[in-house]
């Protein structure tokens, strides 16, 4: 890499200043090999950005999405995928006067992309503190994952002190999330895995459906005396929502969150799956479908909430109140192996990018 000037700060981080980075570019839709790892200039911080040196970066489902398949609000090609952001202050632009160079921080980019390089340029006000004592792979896998199970608990299906809560697709990183704060607020969870990741779920103080050789509503049902309380579906699909949705009590709530069966089925999932949400919406019954705000949209229009959830959940990883469940981690440069990896599905956790340290 060619660095025109660096000068050190702290224990021996570098900053740098001019010069050339690397970056993944996605040039067109396709499998994960069509992305491209690219040299370019360094990108320069404008006023209130700070300019961050990527330690490591998230690889979420979403990441697969968006390289698979052409849809509405969608970014177009070429474009840098990346959603979880975790860091060393390389540079800062004017009038930022909170963040020094030297200091580590992480934040979420809202669907903005931008995440799988080397140097990436943030708003300061999506920015924050990193802890001494959370790990940047921590960190990494705490961003996207937390805070929307956090919404999603806090905000969307408003879990009250003793309710019984039931994960579909429970084994991945927003998974493992929502088993984890589900359990620390003192509710009694429910996951949903197959194989080796039953002992997963039981690892995380939840109870594992085998959906593979159980009949899940039949045993949520014994388990839980009628049903549990809140359904939180990560898988989606025709069958699988009308499967969560008869698992619940009376007055029971189902949020649909995430959309796994695109991976098996197609993006088209989602239509079908969406009507028979509104289709349960509109049923006869005290049960029902909360939709959770946009998790691209709420946290960047409600900088507050989310940088004070944010920092929440660091100050929790520091106490090791919660522990997220690292799958892999790989150099940036090998960001087709990790998609890879996690579109092979069964991943226990999150799939994390590390910086290249032969560059």
């Known amino acids: 890499m060619n660095i025109e000037r660096e000068t050190h700060v702290g224990e021996g981080q570098k900053v740098m200043q001019g010069g050339k980075g690397f970056r993944i570019v ?5 499998n994960a090999d ?3 790892w690219i040299e370019g200039e360094l990108p320069t911080p404008k006023a209130n950005e700070a300019r961050i040196r990527i330690e490591a970066v998230g690889v979420s489902g979403y990441d697969l999405m968006l390289r698979r398949y052409r849809f509405p609000g ?9 959603e979880d952001v975790v860091g060393i202050v390389d540079a800062v632009g004017e009038e930022v006067a909170d963040l020094m160079p030297g200091q580590r921080v992480a934040g979420w980019t809202f669907g903005e992309g931008g995440g799988y390089a080397e140097y990436v340029c943030r708003p300061v006000d999506t920015l924050v503190p990193v802890p001494a004592r959370v790990l940047p792979t921590t960190a990494a896998a705490l961003i996207t994952n937390y805070l929307t199970a956090e919404l999603t608990l806090t905000h969307t299906v408003k879990a009250k002190p003793g309710e019984r809560i039931f994960v579909q697709g429970a084994s991945g990183g927003l998974g493992s999330a929502l088993l984890e704060l589900g359990k620390l607020a003192g509710h009694d969870m429910y996951g ?3 194989g080796d990741r039953l002992e997963y779920i039981k690892s995380l103080g939840a109870t594992p459906i085998d959906y593979r050789n159980e009949n899940r509503v039949r045993r949520l049902k014994k388990l839980t005396g009628g049903g ?4 939180i579906d990560l898988v989606g699909g025709p069958i699988g929502l009308w499967r969560s949705y008869r698992s619940l009590r009376a007055k029971g ?12 089925w197609g993006i088209w999932i989602i239509i079908p799956s969406i009507m028979v949400l509104g289709l349960l919406s509109l049923w006869p019954s005290s049960k ?3 939709v959770s705000p946009s998790m691209l949209s709420y946290p960047a229009k409600n900088l507050d909430w989310y940088r004070e959830a944010l ?3 660091f100050a929790l990883a520091a106490q090791g109140e919660i522990k997220p469940k690292i799958a892999a981690e790989l150099p940036l440069r090998n960001a087709v192996e990790a998609q890879e990896l996690l579109g092979r599905r069964g991943v226990k956790g999150k799939v994390v990018l590390v910086a290249d340290a032969s560059l």
Do not use: E, H, N
């Open 26 to 30: 996605v040039p067109k839709r396709g």
């Open 311 to 313: 920092t929440r959940l």
């Open 192 to 194: 949903t895995a197959t």
């Open 74 to 82: 969608f970014p177009k090609t070429p474009y840098t995928p990346g």
């Open 253 to 264: 709530r189902l949020s649909m969150l995430g959309m796994v069966s695109t991976s098996r």
């Open 288 to 290: 029902k479908t909360p």
């Open 34 to 36: 069509v992305m491209q």
């Open 228 to 231: 549990v309380d809140i359904v």
